[in-house]
Structure formats: C-alpha cells, structure tokens
Nanobody, 116 residues
C-alpha cells in the first residue's frame, strides 16, 4: 500500500534552514506528481510546492517562493523540501502528498517550528 514518511523537521531560529524528506513506497514513485502541504495550528492545510514526475517542473505558493525548493530523487523514491530564510510564520506541520487513482494519500507529517 502507499506509504509516505516525512522527516527532517525540528526547531530552527528565524533565518535558518531545514531540509525535509518524504520517503515513498507502495507505488511507482517516478510516475507521480508529488506535493508538500503545511498546516499551522488553527488554520487550514495549505499547498506549499509541487514537482512533476520527472522533476523537471515545479511550482510554489507565493509565501515561500524564492525561499523553498522542492526536488525529488526517483532512484531513492524520495521528495525533498529545502527551506531557507525561515520565518516564524513558516511554523507548521509539513506533509507530503500524492494522488493515485483519485485517492489522496498523506504522510504523518513532520513538525517545523521557527522561533528564537
């Protein structure tokens, strides 16, 4: 079955960096678009970034554009989110996502806290 396992979150000071990873299994990873979302306390889950199956094309939410970079390794079946110049408003639980056969799958999430 489809499994998505996020890692790499933690506590970081404003201006710092983190790299999140999402290890995927149970499907042909290289054939699917992958996305990152986040959810802050009391807020709805929001789109952060997406990468096409080949890794050639990406898109970002305006709030993270120029600071975050999504990438993937189709040999390791892993999608990454490099986050630079982090701000307190980036504090959230971060989830990776895949839609397969019209079913949306989520990982368990990894917590990112940006605070001094």
């Amino acid at each position: 079955q489809v499994q998505l396992v996020e890692s790499g979150g933690g506590l970081v000071q404003p201006g710092g960096s983190l790299r999140l990873s999402c290890a995927a299994s149970g499907f042909t990873f290289s054939s699917y678009v992958m996305k990152w979302y986040r959810q802050a306390p009391g807020k709805e889950r929001e789109f952060v970034a997406h990468v096409t199956s080949s890794g050639r094309f990406t898109s970002y939410a305006e709030s993270v554009k120029g600071r975050f970079t999504i990438s993937r390794d189709n040999v390791k079946n892993t999608v990454y989110l490099q986050m630079n110049s982090l701000k307190p408003e980036d504090t959230a639980m971060y989830y990776c996502n895949v839609v397969k056969n019209l079913i949306t799958y989520w990982g368990q999430g990894t917590q990112v806290t940006v605070s001094s």
